[in-house]
């Protein structure tokens, strides 16, 4: 914010900021609720969710009677039509999705690729499916920002991307690309340490202060780390590439790759697809084609990588001492299958012999892309006022129209 420190303006900017944060994360919650949550009295919560309104970020309804005498407090909800378009490429499709400050995924689209896709048409595909979707789904909308999850090294306050090999894409502006073909102000990030982020503030590690996050996905198998409450980039943004590291095996057996292969080389989901004898297949596809299968080669398949995925995260146990560990994509569908007995193969490599909690993502498919539009909505969290303004501005009739 760029108040004067120490002013009432400056106060009062940071209140609708907490407000705005409150209910976004937490909400809907009512007007008593967040008199309590933020330690504020009465007239004031009432004068920011009036302002907060008036901005067309939240809306107020009348509360359910609750046995109690009096009115019953109004409820604020963050509103949908305010939303962030999130975008995650792949090496077998992209997929695109607009997420509403209320949560919800008000669009979603995935796009099948044949090949890799360059970064100008990726640009390109997002501004034209943004177009599309102001003339439906988004008709009543406000966009206030874009987030790409890309898989590979990225620089986020540049909005490049440094390195991402399996796209093959090697010093791209990613940011300035997506952002000059839609006019809309965009990020760009890390998709595992977005899925991270996501199941921290809204998934299976709410709540947590230690957090150890896997991400399977075409690409290979990225992670995410939370120590001490804090999202951890590490010097370079490389933290929690566990992919990259060297698989490591319990039974000689289990190795198909060579001698210096990583975690990504032997736990894979392009194998899995292989042993089942499928083309192709996104998440769900695979989840349905496992829980179906009588082949045995396949089911051989997904034991040898729960044995060889249970090492790679004991070894993370043993070094980092998570309270939960949390698996997305197609690492979750391999846990899934028998979680007592994954836990049980991790338990049996940590020193403590016991394992933390491991869950599967709760956000599901979607982890990636609201960690993404979380990171999208950050102006806004900061300062709903000037955010607003500043889309409100480009735009003689509607902020984000192309």
Do not use: K
């Not at 760029?2 to 409150?22: D, F, K, Q, W, Y």
């Not at 209320?102 to 997002?126: K, Y």
């Not at 809309?184 to 503030?201: C, F, K, M, P, R």
């Not at 392009?270 to 349905?288: F, K, Y």
């Amino acid at each position: 914010m760029s108040i004067a420190p120490g002013t009432a303006e400056l106060v009062r900017r940071a209140n609708l900021a907490r407000t705005l944060v409150a209910v976004h994360r937490d909400g809907p919650l009512s007007r008593a609720a967040l008199t309590a949550d933020l330690g504020l009295n009465r007239s004031t919560i009432g004068a920011l969710t009036a302002e907060l309104t008036r901005l067309g970020l939240v809306t107020e309804t009348a509360g359910a009677a609750e046995g109690r005498i009096g009115r019953p407090s109004p409820v604020i909800t963050a509103h949908a039509d305010v939303v962030a378009v999130a975008v995650n490429p792949e090496v077998d499709a992209v997929t695109v999705a607009a997420v509403g400050l209320d949560r919800s995924v008000r669009a979603r689209r995935r796009v099948p690729s044949t090949g890799l896709i360059a970064p100008d048409e990726l640009a390109l595909l997002v501004a034209a499916t943004v177009r599309e979707w102001r003339g439906s789904e988004l008709a009543a909308a406000s966009v206030v920002g874009i987030g790409v999850a890309v898989p590979g090294l990225v620089h986020p306050a540049a909005g490049r991307v440094v390195h991402a090999p399996h796209l093959r894409w090697t010093d791209a502006p990613l940011a300035d690309l997506v952002g000059t073909a839609t006019g809309i102000a965009t990020t760009v990030g890390n998709d595992a340490s977005y899925g991270a982020h996501a199941e921290y503030l809204f998934g299976a590690a709410r709540g947590e202060t230690d957090v150890v996050y896997l991400n399977g996905g075409a690409s290979g198998i990225g992670g995410g780390l939370v120590v001490g409450d804090v999202l951890v980039g590490g010097a370079r943004g490389l933290a929690g590439e566990f992919g990259h590291n060297p698989a490591v095996f319990e039974d000689a057996a289990d190795r198909r790759s060579g001698e210096r292969a990583a975690l990504e080389d032997e736990v894979s989901r392009h194998r899995l697809v292989a042993a089942l004898g499928l083309p192709a297949a996104d998440d769900d596809e695979l989840r349905s084609a496992l829980g179906a299968s009588v082949n045995p080669a396949a089911l051989e398949e997904v034991h040898r990588q729960r044995r060889v995925l249970a090492s790679a995260v004991a070894g993370a146990v043993n070094v980092l001492d998570p309270a939960v560990v949390v698996l997305g994509g197609f690492l979750a569908t391999l846990v899934e299958i028998d979680p007592d007995g994954f836990g049980a193969a991790v338990a049996r490599q940590t020193i403590a012999g016991s394992a933390p909690l491991v869950r599967s993502a709760e956000l599901g498919d979607d982890r990636l892309l609201v960690g993404a539009a979380e990171t999208a909505f950050a102006r806004l969290l900061d300062d709903p006022v000037a955010t607003m303004s500043a889309v409100g501005s480009t735009s003689s009739t509607r902020p984000d129209r192309l």
